[in-house]
């Protein structure tokens, strides 16, 4: 996927590719907050659907490619691993930096939609051994359903909460600059993130590491990079919905658009049985864990914050299965 460059090139690459993501997640998140406040847009929408679908360009490319070429498991692996990653390590890096406030409609909405998303991708896969070219056609309906529905309550939530105070606090930004800021950092994002993916996998190739492991961790994880520096840049900001509803939106868009349109580009036959027997309930029990540290259970209609031993958790959770991915896939 990535062509061989010289050593200094790949250096080079790294700290370009670290010192645009910052500048550009920063930007993103900004112009993003910018039209929020301008429109009247519920932050989590923001977040869910132009940051979450927007740093998700990268898994659909790779899978849509992957599965155009008959690579069914690349395809797959980089969508699922991407939403456990984005649980498991940008909730989690997030929770470090500043505990992030989850809405009862998270726990009580979000998290069940997600789950149910999860078991029925399983049932599709148990069905038919993969996915046929209707299974993709059935994500892609129901990923067209259940956006319009979740934009829809959360902004009537929204709405019955609204106190009549002012939304916005502060300077505002113009309205040209914000979309200019939206663009430009989601664009620089994307990119950025592959011009650094770049550089790691030919310095992980000078250093000798196998390609299936380069493949397993760098080039996988590489494309949820755009998702970590947005949540990491809300989460300094204190934008906490941002982070929430990327994630949330990111994990949609894998579930239901990434694989629906890979599939039905191309159908998807003999996939792994790891996917069974451990990415999807992996996925699955970080998106519980969610709604497990989420609810307030002194009051649960009222937000509790996810703190950094949560974080911690979360890192270590996925610390470990990494370690099951390598010993299994490199057997």
């Known amino acids: 996927m990535y062509p061989d460059i010289p050593f200094w090139l790949s250096i080079a690459c790294i700290a370009a590719g670290f010192a645009v993501l ?108 993969g996915f046929s070219r209707m299974d993709g056609a059935i994500l892609l309906v129901v990923f067209a359903v259940l956006l319009p529905l979740y934009c829809w309550y959360d902004q009537s939530q929204k709405k019955r909460d609204e106190t009549g105070a002012a939304v916005a606090t502060g300077a505002s930004l113009p309205l040209w600059k914000a979309w200019l800021l939206l663009f430009v950092g989601l664009a620089l994002l994307v990119g950025s993130s592959h011009v650094l993916v770049w550089g790691c996998v030919d310095l992980a190739r000078a250093m000798g590491v196998s390609e299936l492991l380069i493949g397993l961790t760098i080039v996988a994880m590489g494309t949820s990079l755009p998702e970590l520096a947005s949540a990491v840049a809300s989460a300094r900001k204190g934008e906490h919905e941002f982070v929430i509803g990327n994630i949330v939106g990111s994990n949609i868009f894998n579930t239901l658009a990434v694989v629906g349109l890979a599939g039905t580009i191309s159908p998807f036959k003999n996939v792994s049985p790891y996917l069974l027997s451990r990415d999807l309930p992996i996925m699955v029990f970080t998106t519980v864990l969610i709604g497990v540290f989420g609810l307030n259970y002194r009051s649960p209609h009222e937000p509790k914050a996810i703190g950094r031993a949560v974080g911690v958790l979360w890192l270590l959770l996925f610390a470990a299965y990494m370690a099951l991915m390598l010993v299994q896939e490199t057997k």
């Open 22 to 129: 910052a500048w550009s997640a920063d930007a993103f998140v900004d112009g993003a907050s910018a039209l929020a406040k301008a429109f009247g847009v519920s932050p989590f929408v923001i977040g869910m659907v132009i940051i979450g679908f927007g740093t998700s360009a990268p898994e659909l490319c790779v899978s849509a490619l992957s599965g155009a070429c008959g690579h069914s498991d690349l395809s797959l692996g980089n969508a699922y691993g991407s939403c456990v990653f984005n649980i498991a390590v940008i909730l989690g890096v997030a929770a470090l930096i500043k505990p992030i406030v989850v809405k009862p409609s998270v726990v009580f909405v979000a998290v069940p939609s997600l789950v149910a998303i999860a078991l029925l991708s399983c049932f599709l896969v148990a069905h038919g051994g």
